[in-house]
C-alpha cells in the first residue's frame, strides 16, 4: 500500500513501523478541513497496510498539534451545515483509532492541544518530551470538548480532574501528565525520538497477533463507551459552534486579544 496520496501527512516507512507526521509545521498542525478528511481515513490505511505492524504518530516542526485551524471555525460558523460533515469525520477520526488492530504510538514532540490532544490520548501509548504541554481548550474558543475528550480524559485521569481541565482549557506540563497518569512518559526532549525508536522496535519484535488482540480487548470498553457519548457530545459541540460565544472566540483570536464571553 502507498500513501502518496496524502497532503497534509507525511508517511514513511521504518521496517514494520509505519511513521506518520502531521504536516503543517508553519501553521503549529493545526487541523484545517483537509487534514480533518485524511484523519479520518488514514488510520483505517494504517490498518490495511500489508507491510507494517506498527505505527508512530508525531507532528513536524514545534508542535504535535495546536488543535483546530482557526479559519476553519469560522467557515463553519459561516456555514452551519458544514459541521455534519467534521461531526461524521470526528466519529471516524476516534473509532479508526479504536479499531486498528496495530499499536499506535503517539510521540509527542510539542504541545498538544484541543484535538490535538484527543488523538494523541486516544492512541495506545504516549510518549512526550517532558516541555511538551498538553490540554483540550475548547471552552478557550466558546466550543464543547465534544471530538472525544469527554469520553477519553476521564478515562485516563478520573472525572473529577477531568472535568477540571476541559471546563478550564487549562494546559499542563507532559511531567505533570506523565504523574497523574494522562500520558505514559514524559522524557527529555534529546531523548524522545530514541525512547520512541526502541519502544515500537520491542513491539514490532513481539509476538503480533498477542499484542494486537491484547489492544483490541482492553478497546472493547473504551468502543462501548464512546458510542454512548460521542452522538450527544458532538452535537453539543455542534449547537455551541452557533453561539455568539464562539464567534467572539474566533475574533479574539484574529485580533489577538481577550475573549469578552457574554454567556450566549
Request: charged share 25%; with cysteine; proline share 3%.
Amino acid at each position: 500500500m502507498t500513501f502518496i496520496d496524502y497532503e497534509t501527512l507525511l508517511i514513511e516507512r521504518r521496517g514494520r513501523v509505519l511513521e506518520i507526521t502531521l504536516n503543517r509545521p508553519e501553521k503549529l498542525n493545526a487541523v484545517d478541513e483537509k487534514m480533518h478528511a485524511e484523519l479520518a481515513r488514514v488510520f483505517v490505511d494504517v490498518s490495511n497496510d500489508p507491510d507494517s505492524d506498527i505505527a508512530v504518530l508525531t507532528g513536524a516542526g514545534r508542535s504535535f498539534s495546536s488543535g483546530g485551524d482557526i479559519e476553519w471555525m469560522q467557515k463553519m460558523i459561516d456555514n452551519p451545515a458544514s459541521f455534519e460533515k467534521t461531526a461524521r469525520e470526528g466519529k471516524q477520526i476516534v473509532f479508526s483509532l479504536l479499531d486498528c488492530e496495530k499499536p499506535v504510538i503517539a510521540k509527542l514532540n510539542g504541545h498538544a492541544t484541543g484535538l490535538g490532544a484527543t488523538i494523541a490520548l486516544f492512541c495506545d501509548v504516549i510518549f512526550a518530551s517532558e516541555n511538551a504541554k498538553i490540554g483540550d481548550p475548547h471552552v478557550s474558543v466558546g466550543f464543547v470538548a465534544g471530538d472525544g475528550g469527554a469520553v477519553i480524559w476521564p478515562q485516563l485521569i478520573g472525572y473529577a480532574r477531568a472535568k477540571e481541565y476541559l471546563m478550564t482549557g487549562d494546559l499542563m506540563l507532559a511531567t505533570e501528565a506523565a504523574r497523574i497518569g494522562l500520558i505514559n512518559h514524559a522524557v527529555p526532549a534529546a531523548q524522545l525520538d530514541e525512547r520512541v525508536r526502541q519502544f515500537a522496535d520491542r513491539l514490532a519484535a513481539g509476538a503480533t497477533k498477542a499484542i494486537r488482540w491484547s489492544k483490541m480487548s482492553a478497546n472493547i470498553g473504551l468502543k462501548q463507551l464512546a458510542h454512548s457519548i460521542m452522538d450527544a457530545s458532538l452535537a453539543f459541540e455542534a449547537m455551541s459552534n452557533t453561539t455568539s460565544d464562539h464567534q467572539e472566540a474566533v475574533n479574539a483570536f484574529r485580533e489577538k486579544r481577550a475573549a469578552v464571553f457574554t454567556g450566549r
